[in-house]
Each structure stands twice: as C-alpha cells, then as structure tokens.
T-cell receptor
Framework: SQTIHQWPATLVQPVGSPLSLECTVE??????LYWYRQAAGRGLQLLFY??????ISSEVPQNLSASRPQDRQFILSSKKLLLSDSGFYLC???????????FGDGTRLSIL | AQSVTQPDIHITVSEGASLELRCNYS??????LFWYVQSPGQGLQLLLK????DTLVQGIKGFEAEFKRSQSSFNLRKPSVHWSDAAEYFC???????????WGLGTSLAVNP
C-alpha cells in the first residue's frame, strides 16, 4: 500500500533562517505531488504541485520554492523565512490527474 | 471562476444525533467531488468521492454524501454521530482537469456528549 511521510512534525525557526521540509511517498510511481499551507480558519492554499521530476508549478508568488529531485520526493524550501510563513504545511500525493489526493500528517512551522 | 462554499463555519450536535454538512460548488459541468476530514494537528483523510454514476455515495466511518446537480450541492451526512467525529470537514472540487482541487473553508464539528 502507499504511504506518505512528511517531516519534521513541528519546527520553530527564527526570522531570516532557511527552511527545508521534506515529503516522500512510498508504494507508487510517478505520483502527482502537492504542497499546501493551511492557516488557522482559512482552509487550504495550494503552494506548488509537480507531475514529474524537475517539473514544478507555483500557484502563488511567495518566499518559498519547491523541488522534486527524485520521483517520490518533494521538498519545500526557503532561503529566508518571514513571519508570514508560519502555518501548517501539508504534503499530498495523487496517483494521477483527477484522482483523490492523500495527505501527510503535516508540519507545524512557527517563526519567531 | 470555480468555487466551493461551505456555508456553516461551525456546527454542534449531540452524540447520536444525525448530521448534515453542506457543500455548494460553482462549475458549469459535473465536477469530481470530495469530502475530507481533519482531526486537530493532523493531515486530511479522504471520506468519500463522487466521479459519476449513483449520486449517493458511501464513504468510510459511516458517512455518505449525495450529489444534486440541480442544486450544485454535495452534502455530507451521517445518521448517528459519535464523539470521535468531532473534527474539521472539508469539501473539495476538481473541475476542468487542471490537476488542482478547489477547497471550501471547512466546517468545524463539535459533538456534545
């Protein structure tokens, strides 16, 4: 069966520090991969999605970037974190277009 | 533009009572429809999906949802709520084969003992 791993579960970082969140999927090949941010009471905001290695689509201009160095690995990064980057970050995968997305357990990011 | 509306931000029900969470979407054709549940501090879990066919779909944990084209709705129901159902519920729509889901803002469900 397929599983998705996302880490770390919680992270506290100072303003201006770099960020790297990692997500890996097991048990499937060439999945669609997604990064979301969830702010309290505001639902899910799609940040990036990827349909293959090195293929990244950005949904909103922001201080973050994403990379997909391997088929089942998706990384969310920032060179310098802002206070506004705080939130709950979720990684998800789907087997292909127009199929349900399956989520990791999320990373709670707090910026001090 | 496509949109998803969950009119109820917060709902409180008593344990054992029936539940209906509303979801309305805006899209010209029949979309793919999903309901997800999120427990505090956790990721989202798929409850059920509708792609085509029978408009009443069954999901996990005793949930069901009915697609009503005439009302552009996909309401989630459960005949008897358990305390463990307290969570945030999200409706989502995939419309137009653009690989993205459009999300409602969620309904927070509280269950009184």
């Amino acid at each position: 069966s397929q599983t998705i791993h996302q880490w770390p579960a919680t992270l506290v970082q100072p303003v201006g520090s770099p960020l790297s969140l990692e997500c890996t999927v097991e048990g499937t090949s060439n999945p669609n991969l997604y990064w979301y941010r969830q702010a309290a009471g505001r639902g899910l905001q799609l940040l990036f999605y990827s349909v293959g290695i090195g293929q990244i689509s950005s949904e909103v201009p922001q201080n973050l970037s994403a990379s997909r160095p391997q088929d089942r690995q998706f990384i969310l990064s920032s060179k310098k974190l802002l206070l506004s980057d705080s939130g709950f970050y979720l990684c998800a995968w789907s087997v292909r277009d127009r199929q349900p997305q399956h989520f990791g357990d999320g990373t709670r990011l707090s910026i001090l | 533009a496509q949109s998803v509306t969950q009119p109820d931000i917060h709902i409180t029900v008593s344990e054992g009572a029936s539940l209906e969470l509303r979801c309305n979407y805006s899209y010209g054709a029949t979309p793919y429809l999903f309901w997800y549940v999120q427990s505090p501090g956790q990721g989202l879990q798929l409850l059920l999906k509708y792609f085509s066919g029978d408009t009443l779909v069954q999901g996990i944990k005793g949930f069901e949802a009915e697609f009503k084209r005439s009302q552009s709705s996909f309401n989630l129901r459960k005949p008897s709520v358990h305390w463990s159902d307290a969570a945030e519920y999200f409706c989502a729509v995939e419309a137009g084969n653009n690989r993205k889901l459009i999300w409602g803002l969620g309904t927070s469900l509280a269950v009184n003992p």
